[in-house]
């Protein structure tokens, strides 16, 4: 009788703090059944709002709002460790009781990479400023609308 194959089959959860640099996250986060409403600037506005504070035990970077999902970068902000799947559900839930949208729903969890290498970084930061023109959204990256930056986090 073959055995099961080993390895994993959901994403890894929690993020430990490294302590030979910097802890830096890419993240994406879905809507609800990929409903189409996250590039707005109701939408953008509560994020900036959120993530500045209360939601502010990760420093979120540069971000980006598609129609159906948001990418963003994160580190931990100095002080008590809080993992960023407590903190993104903190935020979710901060969202949903102020957008006033009942609609407005994120899916449950979030996909996140740690990055590695400057490379890395360049690598995700770049995949994330094109993805509306591969969506076919735009033809110029520079002409989405939907993105911006909380505070500056360099690799």
């Not at 030979?20 to 409903?35: E, F, I, P, Y």
């Not at 996909?111 to 290498?117: A, D, G, I, P, T």
């Not at 993805?131 to 609308?145: E, M, T, Y």
């Amino acid at each position: 009788m073959p055995e099961d194959p080993v390895g994993r089959q959901t994403p890894a959860q929690g993020v430990l703090p490294t302590h030979d640099g910097a802890t830096l996250l890419w993240c994406t986060v879905c809507a609800d059944q990929r409903g189409d409403w996250c590039a707005q600037e109701r939408v953008m506005s509560l994020l900036r709002d959120i993530w500045s504070d209360p939601a502010n035990a990760w420093v979120v970077g540069d971000f980006l709002l598609m129609p159906d999902h948001l990418h963003f970068f994160a580190s931990p902000k100095d002080g008590p460790w809080v993992d960023v799947e407590n903190w993104t559900s903190f935020w979710k839930a901060r969202f949903s009781k102020r957008c006033g949208n009942p609609a407005w729903r994120w899916q449950r969890g979030l996909f996140h990479h740690r990055l590695r290498s400057e490379r890395d970084y360049v690598d995700k930061g770049t995949y994330m400023q094109h993805n509306p023109v591969r969506a076919g959204l735009v033809n110029n990256p520079n002409a989405w609308p939907w993105k911006g930056r909380i505070q500056t986090i360099r690799w």
